[in-house]
């Protein structure tokens, strides 16, 4: 084994080094008052040179470049090194754009790709609603056709859309053949947020946090989409949707976010002046085992990608192993805070600039596990996949209409 | 950058698991069990004659993470045999260059290891050489003829231990306490220990997992309730991912890296306690047939005990592995 990336990947890094020292932060004469502006000037650069958008065709405003996990992973270290902007993030990159890859049509692609690259277009997922969580494929929310033919009008409720304050756009799961088999009768389908048949409400979290960063609620009344927003066949929609959500898995995990927060639970220690207590060294060396399983597992995997080979099972897990090691720790730092957990931390849940937060601002974390372990597949519905995909147990008959 | 297994060291482990399929099948590991040995020539000279003794001499090729990687079959099929104190001691006395070790790499002579302070040794009885590795006092090699052993009722039925008596000094030292080799041998056998445990917690998930398919309640396979699903997706959840802290381990004592002390700590210290847990939760996935001796659960349930008390508990090394991170 050898944990090292190799001459060639070390050479492509100091081209990226190179580049960086150049371009961020951006030189005066290039500065622009708009933060956003230079962002956007510098993603432009950035992208001509390779290392941003590698999968996405240049004709859509990507660089195209050949598949290579190591390139990739040094532009990743590398820009984080030096804080500079990688591609916008959130639903349109992990989702929407892989969909439309794969499954859009041509004027799909045309339309939406550059836009969402350039961070115009923010896309909010309109899968859950009301009644439907886990059992996704019951979907209520209705898609008609319009009499000319040319439209679908929305009717219905979606639910738990990250980004949904700022969303211009949705990608959606809509019933259209309420006849048919439940995962047969669903289309997929993008919309534009901006018109008088949808509304939209903010849903305040446990953490207190409300307003343009939480999670939303949309209604839909009469709301109207083209039928060439139609993403696949009417009626395939389920299909699609197993391409994105897909995405969403690879693009969840991150060994070095949580070795970070780790870190900063060993400072939490120190802090409180527990660090020298056997039961807490204990307890966080427990953690930190897994902290390190999951560490070397996620260079496993990308080793195994690097190399064409299939990991196997231990990919179905990293997203549990990580909301798993978020409880332990979420339970140590309550132990370590203590009297400080009578204390609101000052914004709590939010971002940007809170004020001065002491070692109550844990509460994040705490609530923040919690989060983890619903979002982007709630964990019993992982270990249901660990249990069928990669185990091989037999599927819940409840659930067996699903493929 | 090259982070999982070759396909040479995925062959040598299907080797290993061949050869301990033909010549430790679980009906012999029955009949050893209710007997008074604490040895198993047979499969011993099968695993020997894959030339597997001299794995970690300097010069052989391979490294920590080869032995490793048998060392895990060898927990996989509970396999008898003092394999750990075999490839250290020949580990030893080749890096030492007071002897030569062609008996010893040959499985010829048998060495068992002796963790230092500790009473007990596995296989003692069947040794013609014991590896003393004390972090405080140095690395030695002590003849049969001056070691006493005391035959016990052992719990691990597959390794089993005996009761020694070694005076201090007795034997030839190999290493004095402070040569680097003492800490890296003390290193290694962690880490040979948990791929012990990783084997036997894979071995187990597996034997679960077999059951639940085959087994039927109310009409179907039981796998298919989501109460016992959950609860094999924590056991593989628990150990797969480990499996990588095994390799990391190896591969940082292998490549001499800073915190190759530190990993093998940490190795040792989640892998037995992750066997042990696996264990447990394998004989409860099973019911009541897991709870018998016949179905034979048992013997990797005792050697998860077993794996989890020598060489210093999960509880002694993260302590360690706290003041190595300086905290």
Known sequence: MDLSYGAAAEAFRAEVRAFLSLHWPPPADARSADLKASIRTFRALATGEGYLYRAIPKRYGGSEQPVDVIKAQVIREEFARARAPMEVGGNGMNMTVPTLLEKGTDEQKELFIRGTVEGDYIWGQGYSEPGSGSDLASVRTKGELSPDGTKWVINGQKIWTSQGMQSTHMFMLVRTEPDAPKHDGITYLLIDLDQPGVTRRPIRQMTGEEGDHTFCEFFFDNAETPVAWQVGERGQGWYVSRTTLKHERASIGGADGLGKQFAKLVDLAKEVGRIDDPIVRDKLAQIEGSVLAHRYSSYRIFSCAAAGEDPGPVALMMKLLLTEIGHEMALLAQELIGEHGFLEPAGAGGRGNRGPRGPEKWLDQIMGSLGNSIAGGASNIQRNIIGERGLGLPRDLAMSGER | ?327
Not at chain 2, 7 to 27: F, H, K, M, Y
Not at chain 2, 181 to 200: I, N
Not at chain 2, 268 to 291: F, W
């Open chain 2, 1 to 327: 950058m090259h982070f999982h297994l070759t396909e040479e060291q995925a062959a040598i482990q299907n080797a290993v698991r061949g050869t301990l399929a033909d010549s430790w099948p679980i009906e012999r590991i029955h009949a050893f069990a209710d007997g008074d040995a604490d040895f198993d020539r047979t499969s011993w000279d099968a695993l020997m004659a894959l030339g597997l003794g001299g794995m970690l001499a300097p010069g052989s090729g391979m490294g920590l993470l080869d032995a490793a990687l048998v060392c895990e079959v060898a927990g996989e099929a509970a396999a008898a045999g003092p394999l750990i104190g075999q490839l250290l001691a020949v580990a030893a006395v080749d890096a030492s260059g007071k002897s030569d070790v062609e008996a010893l790499s040959s499985g010829a002579q048998v060495a068992t290891l002796v963790h230092g302070g500790s009473d007990y040794a596995p296989s003692a009885r069947a040794a013609d050489l014991f590896l003393i590795v004390d972090r405080a006092k140095g690395v030695r090699l002590v003849p049969v003829a001056d070691a006493t052993i005391e035959p016990v009722k052992a719990a691990d039925r597959t390794r089993p231990m005996s009761k020694l008596a070694i005076a201090d000094g007795a034997g030839e030292t190999l290493f004095a306490a402070a040569d680097p080799m003492t800490a890296r041998l003390a290193d290694a056998a962690l880490v040979l220990v948990a791929a012990d445990a990783l084997g036997g917690a894979q071995k187990v998930t597996d034997m679960s997992v077999a059951y639940a398919k085959e087994r039927e309640q109310f009409g179907q396979p039981i796998g298919r309730f989501q109460a016992l699903k959950h609860q094999l997706a924590h056991m593989a959840l628990a150990v797969e991912p480990a499996r990588a802290l095994v390799w990391y381990a190896a591969y940082a004592w292998d490549a001499q890296l800073a915190d190759a002390p530190r990993a093998a700590a940490m190795a040792k210290a989640h892998l037995c306690d992750t066997y042990v847990q696996t264990t447990r939760a394998a004989v409860t996935a099973h019911g009541g047939i897991g709870y018998t001796w016949e179905y034979g659960l048992n013997y990797w349930f005792r050697r998860a005990m077993a794996d989890r008390a020598w060489l210093g508990s999960p509880a002694e090394h993260r302590a360690r592995a706290a003041d190595l991170a300086g905290w």
